[in-house]
């Protein structure tokens, strides 16, 4: 397959040295991206800002901001089969950004923001025939809110985690995630390295698309 991935955070800009983000390190975009090239997939992986290297056989393109990001799927998704949007998009960002560093007195104590575009839904009328996988990351109990995204979001796969828990979410080497799907229950894996995680996404994502190439 032709595997579209996006990994780690996007960083909103207010002026040149000074942004809004998120705790998002890439390391389970970075770790899909991996496996999928280890597997034979053909793998394009969009990345925000992160300190991490390009795996072997990945191709990689480097965006900063969630509109450099959408700009960056639309235009690869035409010869994707698969998209996973593991990227932490970021809600919102500045009306405007400064385009010279803004002195502390110049600043005021409020900071006027607008909402990002939703990458996945920006995109959904484009989907045609290809398989859509999702992550949610939350607090507390993620399932329901994973769940009604799933839905939301038009998406063929979700990947839920509670990034409360120890051992899962940002900045660690592993992950508990549960997989949701449409019609199928709901999938509990236990705490596993992102490696591992990224082989059971595949494995899904590989049963999905023989799926559907039955159907065709
Ligand atoms: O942020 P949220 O919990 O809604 O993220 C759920 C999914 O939607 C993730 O796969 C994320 O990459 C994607 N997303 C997106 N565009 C956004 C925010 C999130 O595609 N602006």
Do not use: Y
């Amino acid at each position: 397959m032709r595997l579209l991935i996006t990994a780690g955070p996007t960083r909103e800009h207010i002026d040149p040295v000074r942004f809004i983000s998120n705790r998002s390190t890439g390391k389970m975009g970075f770790a899909l991206a991996e496996r999928a090239a280890a597997r034979g997939h053909t793998v394009t992986l969009i990345a925000g800002p992160v300190a991490l290297a390009t795996p072997a056989a990945v191709r990689r393109l480097d965006v900063v901001s969630a509109a450099e990001m959408l700009d960056a799927v639309r235009a690869e998704l035409p010869a994707a089969d698969a998209l996973i949007m593991c990227a932490a998009v970021a809600d919102w960002r500045p009306r405007s950004i400064h385009p010279v560093k803004l002195k502390k007195r110049e600043m005021s104590a409020t900071l006027e923001l607008e909402p990002n575009p939703d990458i996945l839904l920006t995109v959904k009328p484009a989907k045609e025939g290809r398989l859509f996988v999702g992550f949610a990351a939350e607090t507390g109990d993620p399932l329901a809110e994973a769940r009604r995204k799933l839905e939301s979001k038009g998406l063929d796969l979700m990947v839920a985690n509670d990034v409360s828990q120890p051992g899962a979410g940002f900045a660690t080497d592993t992950n508990r995630v549960t997989l949701l799907a449409p019609g199928a229950p709901a999938e509990r894996l236990p705490l596993m390295s992102k490696r591992d995680v990224a082989d059971r996404i595949l494995d899904r994502l590989q049963t999905l698309a023989e799926t559907e190439k039955k159907r065709d």
